[in-house]
């Protein structure tokens, strides 16, 4: 941590060494929440550079009092619902998918275990990108970030009760989903998740 505050203030003083290291110590954190919400590793390649370039030419508006990672994520998150909104709400295909750049993953699972996360990845990307954007953001940020009420209300700009309003419908349209979803598998898959 201490590491993590003397780069911010580096970085903030122009030293471009210091902004590197913050970006090593995030790229995982951006690159992902990217690609969870634009469904694709190119466009969530692009969207973590330009989230990044973002972050850097606004170094002087960060509040040092904040969590560095909240504000980082939330240059993302708004920056990933402009290309959506760009691309008027069209949906990619499931077929389009990319898995993540070899160097923002951490491990290499067994052969039958990383079938197996890819069908579960697959089936939740796929109820992830029939979520509107102001739903799929929230859901992502408190089931893969683990990010609170509050954390989430900073990132997304609203209020706390209005977070808890988005993630309760995002969590019934999943539902709804499920209920009317072709196969029991997917189910169960959700259920391990």
């Not at 990217?34 to 973590?48: F, I, K, P, Q």
């Not at 170094?59 to 993302?76: A, E, G, N, V």
Request: charged letters at 25%.
């Amino acid at each position: 941590m201490n590491d993590e505050l003397s780069w911010i203030a580096a970085a903030r003083r122009g030293d471009d060494t210091a902004f590197c290291r913050l970006v090593e110590l995030y790229q995982g954190y951006v690159y992902n929440l990217a690609h969870r919400m634009l469904g694709d590793g190119v466009e969530a390649e692009d969207a973590a550079q330009e989230a990044f370039m973002r972050a850097y030419n606004r170094l002087s508006t960060y509040q040092p009092d904040r969590s560095f990672k909240t504000w980082l994520l939330s240059i993302t998150a708004h920056y990933c619902i402009d290309r959506l909104r760009q691309r008027r709400l069209t949906w990619l295909s499931i077929e389009q998918e990319e898995a993540p750049p070899e160097h923002l993953v951490s491990k290499t699972p067994e052969p039958e275990d990383s079938l197996i996360q890819s069908e579960q990845e697959k089936i939740i990307q796929r109820m992830l990108k029939g979520l509107p954007p102001d739903y799929r953001l929230p859901i992502v940020l408190r089931y893969w970030y683990d990010m609170s009420y509050e954390e989430i209300a900073e990132i997304t700009t609203s209020t706390i009760s209005a977070v808890k309003s988005r993630l309760f419908r995002a969590r019934g349209l999943l539902a709804d989903r499920l209920v009317h979803s072709p196969s029991g598998a997917l189910v169960a898959v959700l259920q391990e998740v």
